[in-house]
């Protein structure tokens, strides 16, 4: 079975852990806590996907690393995780509960990359039509691209509106072509 096919079991199990604990916002914050640490430390993903370490020694660890920092269900969770064998994919089964969390709360999250900064207005305006487009409540971010030459790049989970200015030239000249075509 493909790990994200298990990390998407994994997040759905955890998903009806925090409705059933009705804590959902504060264990979702300690979730990202430790989504945070595994993707922002090489060594943690490291010593999580080694064979060679033990399962009681990464349980150590994990528990020594966030035991004041998150939840006992939490870290009962993660702990499970290690005793099911399944803690080299911890990163995934994270990524994927944020996923079907954005999805119960109907969040989409759009990242926009654009070739200057858009002005407050701007921003608004973007979201307002992502928002009637997805018809969900839209978080975005913004990221400067200076190999765009106008326009925006913005990705929508695997959509990508295309809205540069290099992008909009292309779709032009296969235009012009087919018309020329016709004649």
């Known amino acids: 079975m493909s790990n994200v096919r298990v ?3 994994y997040a759905s199990a ?11 916002n504060a264990i979702a914050e300690d979730l990202l806590t430790v989504k945070n640490a595994v993707d922002s430390s090489r060594d943690l993903r490291n010593v999580l996907a080694s064979p060679i370490v033990a399962k009681d020694k990464k349980q150590a660890i994990i528990r020594e690393l966030f035991k004041k920092k998150i939840n006992e269900v939490v870290l009962g969770y993660i702990q499970e995780i290690v005793v099911k064998g399944r803690e080299n994919i911890l990163g995934e089964i994270l990524a994927q509960y944020f996923v079907l969390r954005d999805e119960q709360l109907g969040i989409v999250r759009v990242s926009v990359k654009t070739s200057i900064e858009f ?11 992502l928002e009637v487009m997805t018809k ?7 990221s400067l691209d200076k190999t765009i030459k106008g326009g925006f790049i913005a990705r929508v989970g695997d959509t990508v509106l295309d809205g540069s200015v290099k992008r909009q ?6 235009k012009l072509k087919q018309g020329s075509l016709n004649n």
Not at 119 to 129: A, I, T, W, Y
Not at 136 to 142: A, D, G, N, S
């Open 136 to 142: 969900k409540k839209v978080e975005i971010t913004f």
């Open 169 to 174: 030239l292309e779709i032009l000249k296969v």
């Open 14 to 24: 955890l998903m009806e852990l925090t409705n059933e604990q009705k804590k959902s």
């Open 7 to 9: 990390a998407t079991r």
């Open 119 to 129: 002005s407050s207005k701007q921003e608004k305006d973007l979201v307002k039509q």
